[in-house]
């Protein structure tokens, strides 16, 4: 499978190639070639495939002969090694838990699978890689779990000192071996220059093979189309459409069910949940796209006012060269089939309890705007089964959740165990100079 960018269709890459680059040089986004429907054999087959079988026979559809079947099949075997449980609130609405992996977040699906497709195509290669990645907390989580002792690869996490929460924190900093990380004394914004200063630097890549871990990266984004097949899979192929509903924050999630979509899954429509950030529901709306600096809110994984993946989904319906102007048969394509929808932080408190109150269930703020747009959009549509993504496991944002519940919840042993651990991280500012000097001291 070839690789296009969003802002160049004639530019493409190979499978290797688009991973450890991350960005095209035009700066788009690269998107597969071909978008198949996958084969009336699997969806026959479907029912009885495990969560993993469906992992490899997706991959091996997109993926073609890029990785060796074996390999391939290994490789996403061990990557999808937890479950994504679908439990019913009621006959109507049901969530997808995407929190079973090491971070408690679904971004475990996609770091778990870059890592290992980055140390296939690593393989042979006697000089180590480098992952520099900044995080503002959950992606700095699920790429350390991701990529822990995957062999030649090291992974620098540069994060912002006392602005994530002490537990992400931990995530970072308590693993060792191969993941290190980089306090940096500053704002997110301040990691993020220092690692966009790292990949300009031409003396420094000379000598240092780095790369990159962030949520555009392509193979962050196919994991995330497994499990759309998964719960239609548990929901079953006979009763109501189908609908799912995304909490969105750079939109890989809702990116990657469009994907699942056009491989052939009959997806009814798209729900886009946000908080206060709420371009891309705008945009639905107006047909005009305004990104914006972003406003904080309890839903803090979806705190993003100029949504990275926004490019794929426009892509995806007709906006072949990303540089023209948009055209308004892009905004028609899209609306049809996506409906956006906001909520502010109280709407969203009052959701967290109600879905409590109503079917004993505890959602985490990101599932709660979820809950939200899903039921303001079955009032209209009503003989549907609607289905939300629970991006995160409750606890990890225990402080908001307790507060909004009034009681303790649980936090699941692997998280706890975490509190424990000794931190570890390395002391920095702002500056480039040393963070580069400490590069070179340690893998030169
Ligand atoms: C990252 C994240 C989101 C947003 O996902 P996108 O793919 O960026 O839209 C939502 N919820 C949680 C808990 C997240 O960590």
């Not at 030649?152 to 540069?158: C, N, S, T």
């Not at 549907?384 to 519940?405: N, Q, W």
Request: charged share 20%.
């Amino acid at each position: 499978m070839k690789f296009y960018s969003t802002n160049d269709s004639t530019h493409t890459a190979d499978l290797a190639t688009a991973i450890f680059r991350g960005l095209p040089a035009d700066n788009g986004l690269y998107m597969p070639e071909r978008l198949d429907p996958l084969p009336d054999s699997f969806f026959r087959d479907l029912p009885d495939m495990s969560f993993a079988e469906i992992g490899f026979q997706v991959s091996k559809h997109l993926l073609g002969d890029d990785v060796p079947e074996e390999d391939l099949k290994e490789l996403v075997y061990d990557a999808i090694n937890f479950p994504a449980p679908v439990v019913q609130l009621d006959d109507k609405r049901s969530v997808l838990e995407l929190f079973h992996g090491p971070s408690l977040a679904f971004k475990d699906f996609g770091a778990r699978f870059m890592s290992r497709l980055m140390g296939h195509f690593n393989k042979g290669n006697d000089k180590q890689l480098v992952i520099l990645v900044a995080t503002s907390g959950d992606t700095g989580g699920a790429v350390a779990a991701g990529f822990y002792k995957t062999p030649g690869i090291e992974v620098v996490i540069l994060y912002p000192k006392g602005k994530v929460s002490l537990l992400q924190e931990k995530q970072l900093t308590t693993l060792g071996h191969n993941i290190h990380a980089l306090e940096v004394d500053g704002t997110f914004d301040d990691c993020q220059a220092i690692v966009k200063k790292a990949f300009l630097d031409q003396e420094l890549r000379s000598e240092l093979r780095l790369s990159s871990a962030n949520s555009i990266n392509i193979s962050r984004l196919i994991p995330q189309s497994f499990y759309y097949f998964e719960a239609y899979k548990q929901l079953g192929a006979d009763g109501d459409p189908v609908a799912f509903c995304i909490p969105s924050g750079n939109f890989g999630n809702l990116t990657a069910g469009l994907l699942a979509q056009r491989m052939g899954l009959p997806v009814h429509h798209f729900i886009a949940a946000t908080n206060r950030n709420d371009v891309v529901p705008e945009f639905l709306a107006t047909g005009k796209y305004i990104p914006r600096p972003s406003v904080a809110t309890i839903s803090n994984a979806m705190d993003v006012g100029a949504p990275s993946n926004f490019a794929r989904m426009l892509n995806l319906y007709g906006h072949v060269n990303g540089l023209d102007p948009l055209s308004p048969s892009t905004h028609a394509a899209m609306k049809e089939l996506i409906t956006g929808y906001a909520y502010g932080d109280a709407a969203t408190e009052q959701a967290v309890k109600e879905v409590e109150e109503r079917f004993g269930y505890v959602i985490d703020p990101h599932g709660a705007v979820g809950y939200l747009a899903l039921t303001e959009w079955q009032q209209a549509n009503p003989n549907t089964r609607g289905v939300v993504l629970e991006t995160a496991h409750p606890s990890k944002f225990k402080p908001d959740v307790e507060r909004i519940l009034g009681h303790e919840i649980e936090v699941p042993q692997r998280l706890a165990e975490m509190e424990d651990r000794e931190k570890v991280a390395t002391q920095v500012g702002t500056d480039y100079e040393p963070v580069k000097e400490w590069l070179k001291a340690k893998y030169l």
